[in-house]
T-cell receptor, first 114, second 114 residues
């Protein structure tokens, strides 16, 4: 299936741990994003990568580090997890070409920090 | 700073009603506007994308309009069905030198009862 996929779907961990979330798209897109949806369901952009280069970092703590090994993958590594990091994290991608093309979202990763 | 607001926050209607969901944004310098649907515990599904030069888009029972000058968009759902129950999100796309991002609204939670 052509899609944006994320692993894992659920992640439960203790405060202070380091964890990673993986994202892959096989749509041939060259811009990928990470969004965070908080407990109030508000979605906010965290990072944007275009052809493996970071083009947005919306005041995200430096405990969060995106890693893009190639343009089909954008992983999110989180160090020293805190309770407030509990949220649903969504990966998305956009086709190449004009800005503002439709964004395609992954199914989300629900992170719970205990 | 772009702020996107959706009214109402929640809506409960009987099956068959025609609905209007509202979205307003504070900065009219947008490239396009996208309407999404999110089912509980799921990712986002794109419904309609309106370019800033367009006034409306239609897909089946859905019609979205855009008035960029007044900072408003509406999503019209005709003959609502229980399967339409979900949270509806609008998002405006902005881009400039070194950035491009989707700014999401606060969402409208819709419940259509049989």
């Amino acid at each position: 299936d052509t899609a944006v996929s994320q692993t894992p779907k659920y992640l439960v961990t203790q405060m202070g741990n380091d964890k990673s979330i993986k994202c892959e798209q096989n749509l041939g897109h060259d811009t990928m994003y990470w969004y965070k949806q908080d407990s109030k369901k508000f979605l906010k952009i965290m990072f944007s990568y275009n052809n493996k280069e970071l083009i947005i970092n919306e005041t995200v703590p430096n405990r969060f580090s995106p890693k893009s090994p190639d343009k089909a993958h954008l992983n999110l590594h989180i160090n020293s997890l805190e309770l407030g990091d509990s949220a649903v994290y969504f990966c998305a991608s956009t086709p190449p070409g004009r800005p503002g093309n439709e964004q395609f979202f992954g199914p989300g990763t629900r992170l719970t920090v205990l | 700073k772009q702020e996107v607001t959706q009214i109402p926050a929640a809506l409960s209607v009987p099956e068959g009603e025609n609905l209007v969901l509202n979205c307003s944004f504070t900065d009219s310098a947008i490239y396009n506007l996208q309407w999404f649907r999110q089912d509980p515990g799921k990712g986002l599904t794109s419904l309609l994308l309106i370019q800033s030069s367009q006034r409306e888009q239609t897909s089946g029972r859905l019609n979205a309009s855009l008035d960029k000058s007044s900072g408003r968009s509406t999503l019209y759902i005709a003959a609502s069905q229980p399967g339409d129950s979900a949270t509806y999100l609008c998002a405006v796309f902005q881009w400039g030198t070194g950035f491009q991002k989707l700014v999401f609204g606060t969402g409208t939670r819709l419940l259509v009862s049989p």
